[in-house]
């Protein structure tokens, strides 16, 4: 059956897919498959991991939207949203669309800006939003570095979102200037997850974040999974992020 595991693990998370998804979801496969084959987008291409690794484990983000009533536990089913306005977010190191394409599929009123350095990549993510027909996206062919020091993207976003891109010292320095005050940066992590948000603790304060909740995801087809919650709770100084590629060189402590 088409997209039978995509819809089985987004039942495990409370989540309805409907026809005009699961063709979204299929178009975005098929699109997928086709380019990797000339531009390798990515190391994930059976049907059945794409299914689980990219467009499963992109909708859990789901579970740690931002709350109007403030931070709280994360749930462990998505909550039925009734946000007084579209949420902004941003998705840095989208890559070929992940986590941010799949949210977009399931909050259509999402405003996302997709922030991806490199340029084949940066194409296909342009071609996906064309094919799947969304609008309200924009995709930034850019370093985070150079778009965290941009006023129209500078503390702009509610929800912040980044998958596997950099250890979180280096990750919370590409995306926690993006953030606005009161909102939400969410890493998607492996087994490390703990130790590495433990171990950035430091750089999250310097950077205006305090970390949240660690939630561990347990869905079908995918290994240990979490997500890592960092609230902005004040302004992140004006000298970060650092110049392009200052980041991963000399990690904050």
């Not at 890559?95 to 084949?120: C, D, R, S, W, Y």
Request: with cysteine.
């Amino acid at each position: 059956m088409v997209l039978e595991l995509l819809r089985e693990g987004a039942k495990a998370l409370g989540l309805h897919l409907g026809p005009h998804h699961l063709v979204a979801f299929e178009t975005y496969y098929r699109e997928l498959a086709a380019w990797n084959q000339r531009f390798n987008l990515t190391a994930i291409t059976s049907y059945e991991e794409i299914q689980t690794k990219h467009f499963l484990d992109s909708l859990s983000c789901l579970l740690a939207l931002p709350q109007e009533e403030g931070p709280r536990p994360l749930p462990d089913a998505v909550p039925v949203l009734r946000a007084s306005r579209p949420l902004r977010c941003a998705d840095v190191g989208s890559g070929a669309g992940f986590p941010g394409l799949p949210l977009k599929i399931i909050l259509p009123e999402l405003q996302l800006t997709l922030v991806e350095a490199t340029g084949k990549k940066a194409t296909f993510l342009r071609h996906m939003v064309r094919v799947l027909g969304l609008a309200d996206v924009q995709v930034l062919q850019a370093r985070a570095e150079e778009v965290g020091q941009q006023p129209e993207h500078r503390e702009r976003y509610d929800l912040v979102v980044a998958r596997a891109v950099a250890q979180m010292p280096v990750l919370a320095e590409y995306c926690l200037p993006l953030c606005r005050l009161g909102g939400r940066f969410v890493a998607q992590k492996g087994e490390g997850a703990h130790a590495e948000a433990e171990a950035a603790r430091g750089a999250l304060e310097r950077l205006g974040g305090s970390l949240g909740e660690i939630k561990a995801v347990r869905l079908p087809g995918l290994s240990e999974r979490y997500l890592v919650v960092v609230e902005k709770v004040a302004k992140t100084p004006p000298e970060y992020p650092r110049r392009p590629g200052m980041p991963a060189k000399r990690p904050l402590s």
